[in-house]
């Protein structure tokens, strides 16, 4: 795809910001969210006892990922765009810099969950301002905010007409996120500007607090760094935010190793592992081809179907590769997420 990177889009003049900037934003805007989903799932599934505490919060955040790109793809459908998913072009690959030239020094990797993903996790989530820390970071390149700003400044600027039609009005499961406010087909500005606000606040939190939505759940960046830190975050007397609080014992984990770049060679993982990744990657795949689909077609069956596998036969398929040890090494085997074509 021969899109500018995000930086190009952001320095675009206000007066050049039509349409067609407006759908390149939004489509990068689908990339960030999706490159996102299969590091937070590898992490996730590395967990041995999923009713863990950390594993039910990295499911939350991996769902509300999903939910975000859901309503990034209603957006863009809403102002007459076709949403790419399903494309290799598209299709994130690791170990990779964000798409778009996002922290383009961050290398993202597949991988169990470790004081090193979760570093990574925190700053592909990092805030402009780290409220528990109380000091902002002074960086030149684009964060994921700053491209939800210049949507929203665009859509005011625009004022594009917005339509329902083609949406896709069900989302990945129940998340912590779904209330009233949330809005699942997208036909004003005000449910634009809505969306967007979750979106940010789900990951960076504001810069008054370090809670994502009016229930009081964490964003994802404070999330993450409490596992990291291994404490909770609370408000001290004075009002600063530290974490002091409860201890967030870190969970037992699967030593998965980081996935080689391009994934596992087949030739060179036992027949049977082979046979599990082959058949991961064909699922996922199929998984996405449905996403690609439903907002191509507007088809909530589509989408439902994608749900299904996404639910139930991925991570089962996941979880029995990664209790596999590959050969001579300290480390197991970890799902690829790759695409294939049939």
């Avoid at 961050?106 to 820390?133: A, N, Q």
């Amino acid at each position: 795809m021969s899109s500018p990177r995000i930086l190009e889009l952001l320095k675009t003049p206000d007066p050049r910001r039509d349409i067609e900037w407006l759908k390149k934003a939004l489509q990068f805007a689908i990339q960030l969210e999706y490159f996102t989903i299969p590091p937070y799932l590898t992490a996730l599934w590395s967990i041995k006892d999923q009713r863990d505490s950390v594993a039910i919060a990295i499911r939350e955040i991996a769902v509300e990922e999903m939910l975000h790109m859901s309503l990034v793809c209603n957006m863009l459908v809403s102002i007459g765009g076709r949403p790419r998913i399903c494309h290799h072009d598209v299709a994130p690959q690791y170990p990779r810099p964000m798409p778009g030239g996002v922290k383009p020094w961050l290398r993202v990797s597949l991988e169990g969950l470790s004081h090193h993903s979760l570093k990574t996790f925190m700053e592909i989530e990092e805030p402009e301002k780290d409220i528990s820390r109380l000091e902002a970071a002074i960086e030149t390149f684009p964060r994921i905010g700053a491209l939800y700003n210049a949507v929203w400044e665009a859509f005011q600027q625009i004022n594009p007409p917005i339509s329902r039609a083609g949406q896709i009005e069900g989302y990945f499961g129940e998340s912590r996120s779904e209330s009233g406010d949330t809005p699942k087909n997208i036909g004003t500005l005000e449910e634009i500007k809505a969306a967007i606000d979750l979106i940010k606040d789900q990951g960076e939190g504001s810069s008054q607090s370090p809670f994502g939505d009016p229930e009081g759940e964490l964003a994802h960046y404070y999330r993450f760094k409490e596992v990291a830190v291994g404490k909770r975050i609370v408000q001290a007397p004075n009002g600063e935010w530290v974490h002091s609080g409860e201890t967030v014992p870190f969970p037992d984990c699967w030593p998965v190793a980081e996935v080689p770049d391009g994934g596992y060679s087949h030739r060179d993982v036992p027949p049977a592992t082979c046979r599990l990744m082959v058949e991961f990657d064909e699922i996922y795949t199929q998984i996405i081809k449905n996403l690609d689909d439903a907002w191509a077609t507007g088809s909530q069956a589509a989408f439902h179907r994608s749900l299904e596998l996404m639910m139930d036969k991925l991570p089962t398929l996941a979880r029995q590769i990664m209790q596999i040890p590959i050969k001579q090494q300290p480390f197991n085997y970890s799902p690829c997420f790759r695409l294939v074509s049939k």
